[in-house]
């Protein structure tokens, strides 16, 4: 008889990533604890749950990704379930179930930033990143380069329409983006 993993794990299966060695392990930590109880205490007694977005992006902000021990920590903290969280996990493409690399690159690719070059310049992004475009997964569609430092996902709307292609990298938005561009902004954020 062949071992089912649980719903957790089929919606998070773990998927190693270079990106790993950037960010902690997830663990709770007494500033996490802290953290967690500032953050539940904004809603009242019996609406805990209401805090589950909220504390999903504190642990991807300093762990870089929602594990599936961070999933079930969320579940307890939020007074519910470890499946409730794991949806609340995978229905938003911005919260990852595995390690983004340590500049983490979401390029825009709706129609006006397409129109602009968007789509060449994920091309072009995947290229310096030692990586193929064709490798990349509708359903899953982050790449990480091999050493870990890059990632690259393409996203929806970043609401800047008139000024793109856009491009992320973290939570710094950087507008009308060319190849040259790209490539001076990764030469400079490898020296960091």
Known sequence: MSETPDAIDALTVAKPSPGEKYFPKFEVTPELKKEAKKVI??????????AILPLIHVVQEEFGFISPAAIEWIAAECNSTPIHVAGVVTFYP???TRCPGKYHFRVCHTIACAMSGGEELIAHICKQMGLD??????????????????????????????FGPNV??????YSEMTPEKVDALM???KTK
């Open 41 to 50: 205490a904004q809603y009242p007694d019996g609406k805990e749950q209401s």
């Open 94 to 96: 911005g919260i990852h």
């Open 133 to 162: 475009v064709a490798d990349m997964d509708e359903e899953d569609p982050m790449m990480v380069s091999e050493d870990g430092l890059f990632s690259i996902e393409p996203v929806e709307c970043l609401a800047n329409c008139g």
């Open 168 to 173: 992320m990298v973290n939570d710094t938005l």
């Open 187 to 189: 030469a400079e954020l």
